[in-house]
């Protein structure tokens, strides 16, 4: 019947509007839930969401090792080349020669943060950090080596 | 001179301007806004002889209703913000005999009436105007009322007829 | 005890005892417009303030909160900005009406204040068509939109005045009706004799559904008469860029913007009176001991505190709502907000007529 759908009509309206309505005024009311970080006057208790993307950082051990095998499956997966992968040959205990991570070059500068070598990493040996104060003076200091300097592949990883 | 003629004389002054300068004007847009002021200031009038409600509906009316109206029809209007040719030589002619047999005419019609004043004072409040427009007995307004709403409403079923959308015939 | 009806008593005693006739009403008109001004700017100051305040917090932000404590004087650090900003007119626009259509939204705001009551007897003009004054000045605002839309020489401010136009038409009606239902049960239209009629209880309370009905639907359509979200799509920021104001900039753009708020606190002034009894205090019946409590309150407070509400209501409407289609926003009016208020209306006088309210 026209009238019956009339009045249910206008009824779902200003209930659902209502509930909105309810929403809103509970975020109006409860301000816990402010998510506003105030800057640079809390740097110290800065509150970043985990899954923030600031930059691409190699994961390094306590015997500063990595887990990176120089297979460039990042740098294959990566759409404007930011990273470039340096291998070196290193000669095995057992004279085999193996293909080894010499410099993990990453440059900031060109980077998207679109988190597509992270996921294309098959030995989750980088991930993104939370840092984000990346300006410098110079352009040359956003070309960074990940490894750090010594570092060697942790043992047992393919 | 009394203060209430000189606002008398001020509200005339613009509402004469305005009008002159609505029909002046080479710009259409800008004889809709002249006139507007011009209705304005017969509504200013209408309060100078208080008569609010009389003033309140002319704005209503004629500054809510019809200025708008013109305005949308201009907006709706091919190339209207070009401005319109000079008027010929000819027509400036005509237009000033006709308004000034019409302005004669006005004149002797006003002059010839013998207007009397009458020491009563006019109640223009709403519950009388109500009253009158639905009474029945003399001098009630229910029979033009009544005519008037007929005409409205067939005005607006005429729209209505007009704007509506021919179902697509089903074979 | 020194209330707005005594400061504004005694000024006018001692001007007509001091000056001349004349001198005494100029003088008084000088006054009123400086208060009237002065009313505005503080209106566009605080209510602009509210509005970003209100919106942050529900849009789980802070808000502006570096000018001063708590941001209190980012608005008058904005004012600054837009008072000494170059005011721009377009080359090809009509000059002209381009400068004067700020003034004349400023100056229909200004109108529809005459007829206001602010507190007990604080009127400047206690005009005996009261409301329907309101309802004929508000009309004028339109033409404003519409010449701000043409001058401009802009497409986007054309069709945002366009738009603005069919809006605020259309939404009148259903305001007005909803306004004439009260009018129907206070048997009045002077401002002063529709809030003396609360005096034993505001017309919510008293009315039942149809005062209740004929609120909610002033609140949409004013809501709407005020070009503010969810019916702001005369000046729809991703459509239309600003609509209407596209073009302006400065001091005539701020005009625009403050007569927006203006609007808005009248229209919430005169949602109070006619819905929530004006500067008239909380009364029950002839309950005498609690209508005395009430009383101490002063009437301004009363006024000011009820069209801060809706003021809020709008506000939290227009932060929780998405913008409406143009299609959307006329079915609303004339399918759904008209025909309900027309039968309202016919509901409330029948209740008058019947006398079934209290």
Same mark, same amino acid.
């Given at each position: 019947?026209?009238?019956?759908?009339?009045?249910?009509?206008?009824?779902?309206?200003v209930?659902?509007?209502?509930i909105?309505m309810?929403?809103t005024?509970?975020?109006f009311?409860n301000?816990?839930?402010?998510?506003t970080?105030q800057?640079?006057d809390?740097?110290?208790?800065?509150?970043?969401?985990?899954?923030?993307?600031g930059?691409?950082v190699?994961i390094?051990?306590e015997?500063?090792?990595?887990?990176?095998?120089?297979c460039?499956?990042?740098?294959?997966?990566?759409?404007n080349?930011?990273?470039?992968i340096?291998?070196?040959?290193?000669i095995?205990?057992?004279?085999?020669?193996?293909?080894?991570?010499?410099?993990?070059?990453?440059h900031l500068?060109l980077?998207?943060?679109?988190?597509?070598?992270?996921?294309a990493c098959?030995?989750d040996?980088?991930?993104?950090?939370?840092?984000?104060?990346?300006?410098?003076f110079?352009?040359?200091?956003?070309?960074k080596?990940?490894?750090?300097?010594?570092s060697?592949?942790?043992?047992g990883?393919e | 001179?009394?203060?209430?003629?000189?606002i008398? #004389?001020?509200?005339s002054?613009?509402?004469?301007?305005?009008?002159?300068?609505?029909?002046?004007?080479?710009?259409?847009?800008?004889a809709a806004?002249w006139?507007?002021f011009?209705? /304005?200031?017969?509504?200013?009038? #209408?309060f100078?002889?208080?008569? *609010?409600?009389?003033?309140?509906?002319q704005?209503i009316? #004629?500054?809510?209703?019809?200025?708008?109206?013109?305005i949308?029809?201009?907006?709706?209007?091919?190339?209207?913000g070009?401005?319109?040719?000079k008027n010929?030589?000819?027509r400036?002619?005509?237009?000033?005999?006709? /308004?000034? /047999?019409?302005?004669?005419?006005?004149?002797?019609?006003i002059?010839?009436f013998d207007?009397?004043? *009458?020491?009563?004072?006019?109640?223009s409040?709403i519950?009388?105007?109500?009253?009158q427009?639905?009474?029945? *007995?003399?001098?009630?307004?229910?029979?033009?009322?009544e005519?008037v709403?007929?005409?409205l409403l067939?005005?607006?079923?005429g729209?209505?007829?007009?704007?509506?959308?021919s179902k697509?015939?089903?074979? | 005890?020194?209330?707005?009806?005594?400061?504004?008593n005694f000024?006018?005693?001692?001007l007509?005892?001091?000056?001349?006739? !004349?001198?005494?009403l100029l003088?008084?008109?000088?006054?009123v417009?400086?208060?009237?001004?002065?009313?505005?700017?503080?209106l566009g100051?605080?209510?602009?303030?509210?509005?970003?305040?209100?919106?942050?917090?529900?849009?789980?932000?802070?808000?502006?909160?570096?000018?001063?404590p708590?941001?209190i004087?980012?608005?008058v650090a904005? !004012?600054?900005?837009?008072m000494?900003k170059?005011?721009? !007119?377009?080359?090809?626009?009509?000059k002209?009406?381009f400068n004067?259509?700020p003034f004349?939204?400023?100056?229909? @705001?200004?109108?529809?204040?005459?007829?206001l009551?602010?507190?007990?007897?604080?009127?400047?003009?206690?005009?005996?068509?009261?409301?329907?004054f309101?309802?004929?000045?508000?009309?004028?605002?339109?033409?404003?939109?519409?010449?701000?839309g043409w001058?401009s020489?802009?497409k986007?401010?054309?069709?945002?005045?366009?738009?603005?136009?069919?809006?605020?038409?259309s939404?009148?009606?259903s305001?007005?009706?909803?306004?004439?239902?009260?009018v129907?049960?206070?048997?009045?239209?002077?401002?002063?004799?529709i809030?003396?009629?609360?005096?034993?209880?505001?017309?919510?309370?008293?009315?039942?559904i149809?005062?209740?009905?004929?609120?909610?639907?002033?609140?949409? @359509?004013?809501?709407a008469?005020?070009?503010?979200?969810?019916?702001?799509?005369a000046?729809a920021?991703?459509e239309?860029t600003?609509?209407?104001?596209?073009e302006?900039?400065g001091m005539?753009f701020?005009?625009?913007?403050?007569?927006?708020y203006?609007?808005?606190?009248?229209?919430?002034?005169?949602?109070?009176?006619l819905?929530?009894g004006?500067w008239?205090?909380?009364?029950?019946?002839?309950n005498?001991?609690?209508?005395?409590?009430m009383?101490?309150?002063?009437s301004?407070l009363?006024?000011?505190g009820?069209?801060?509400?809706?003021?809020?209501?709008?506000?939290?409407f227009?932060?929780?709502?998405?913008?409406?289609?143009?299609?959307?926003?006329l079915?609303?009016e004339?399918?759904?907000l008209l025909?309900?208020?027309?039968?309202n209306?016919?509901?409330?006088?029948a209740m008058?007529?019947?006398?079934?309210?209290?």
């Amino acid at each position: 019947m026209f009238l019956k759908e009339y009045i249910q009509d206008i009824y779902g309206a200003v209930k659902s509007l209502l509930i909105g309505m309810r929403r809103t005024g509970y975020y109006f009311t409860n301000h816990k839930e402010i998510i506003t970080q105030q800057y640079p006057d809390n740097k110290a208790t800065l509150n970043l969401s985990e899954r923030f993307r600031g930059e691409v950082v190699m994961i390094h051990d306590e015997n500063n090792e990595h887990a990176c095998t120089g297979c460039t499956a990042c740098e294959l997966a990566c759409p404007n080349a930011t990273i470039k992968i340096i291998t070196q040959f290193d000669i095995s205990p057992d004279g085999k020669k193996k293909k080894a991570l010499n410099k993990f070059v990453y440059h900031l500068d060109l980077c998207t943060m679109c988190n597509l070598c992270i996921v294309a990493c098959p030995t989750d040996a980088i991930k993104m950090a939370n840092t984000f104060e990346h300006s410098v003076f110079d352009r040359s200091k956003l070309t960074k080596i990940l490894n750090n300097p010594d570092s060697k592949i942790r043992a047992g990883i393919e | 001179m009394a203060n209430s003629s000189i606002i008398f #004389y001020i509200l005339s002054a613009l509402i004469l301007t305005t009008a002159i300068l609505s029909v002046t004007t080479l710009k259409i847009f800008r004889a809709a806004i002249w006139l507007l002021f011009s209705l /304005i200031g017969i509504a200013g009038l #209408y309060f100078w002889l208080s008569v *609010e409600f009389i003033a309140a509906v002319q704005i209503i009316v #004629y500054v809510g209703g019809i200025v708008v109206l013109i305005i949308f029809s201009i907006f709706l209007t091919q190339q209207s913000g070009k401005g319109m040719q000079k008027n010929s030589l000819r027509r400036i002619i005509a237009a000033t005999i006709a /308004i000034a /047999i019409g302005f004669v005419m006005t004149s002797l019609l006003i002059f010839q009436f013998d207007f009397k004043l *009458e020491n009563k004072i006019f109640d223009s409040g709403i519950a009388k105007i109500g009253t009158q427009m639905l009474s029945v *007995e003399k001098d009630g307004f229910a029979l033009p009322f009544e005519v008037v709403s007929i005409l409205l409403l067939a005005a607006m079923v005429g729209c209505i007829v007009i704007a509506i959308k021919s179902k697509p015939q089903e074979k | 005890m020194p209330s707005l009806e005594n400061i504004a008593n005694f000024i006018h005693n001692w001007l007509y005892t001091t000056f001349n006739a !004349t001198v005494a009403l100029l003088l008084e008109f000088t006054i009123v417009a400086i208060l009237v001004i002065g009313l505005f700017s503080v209106l566009g100051l605080v209510l602009i303030f509210m509005e970003r305040k209100v919106s942050a917090y529900m849009q789980v932000r802070l808000g502006p909160n570096r000018v001063g404590p708590k941001g209190i004087f980012q608005t008058v650090a904005d !004012t600054l900005k837009l008072m000494v900003k170059e005011g721009m !007119t377009p080359n090809n626009a009509d000059k002209f009406l381009f400068n004067l259509a700020p003034f004349i939204v400023m100056t229909a @705001a200004m109108l529809i204040l005459a007829p206001l009551a602010f507190a007990k007897n604080f009127q400047i003009w206690d005009i005996n068509i009261g409301v329907l004054f309101v309802t004929a000045i508000s009309s004028v605002s339109v033409i404003g939109i519409l010449m701000a839309g043409w001058a401009s020489n802009n497409k986007y401010s054309l069709l945002g005045a366009m738009r603005s136009g069919a809006q605020i038409v259309s939404y009148e009606l259903s305001a007005g009706l909803s306004i004439i239902t009260i009018v129907v049960l206070s048997e009045s239209l002077k401002i002063s004799t529709i809030i003396e009629s609360q005096a034993n209880g505001w017309w919510i309370f008293k009315g039942h559904i149809p005062a209740i009905i004929a609120f909610v639907i002033f609140i949409i @359509a004013v809501t709407a008469e005020t070009n503010r979200a969810p019916f702001d799509l005369a000046e729809a920021e991703s459509e239309l860029t600003a609509g209407f104001h596209t073009e302006y900039s400065g001091m005539k753009f701020a005009l625009f913007f403050l007569a927006e708020y203006v609007n808005i606190f009248i229209v919430c002034v005169i949602g109070a009176t006619l819905f929530l009894g004006g500067w008239m205090p909380l009364h029950f019946g002839t309950n005498t001991t609690f209508n005395e409590m009430m009383d101490y309150i002063p009437s301004s407070l009363w006024l000011f505190g009820k069209t801060f509400f809706l003021i809020f209501v709008i506000m939290w409407f227009r932060w929780t709502f998405p913008r409406l289609r143009i299609d959307q926003l006329l079915n609303l009016e004339w399918k759904y907000l008209l025909p309900i208020s027309m039968i309202n209306l016919l509901l409330a006088t029948a209740m008058a007529i019947l006398g079934w309210h209290f």
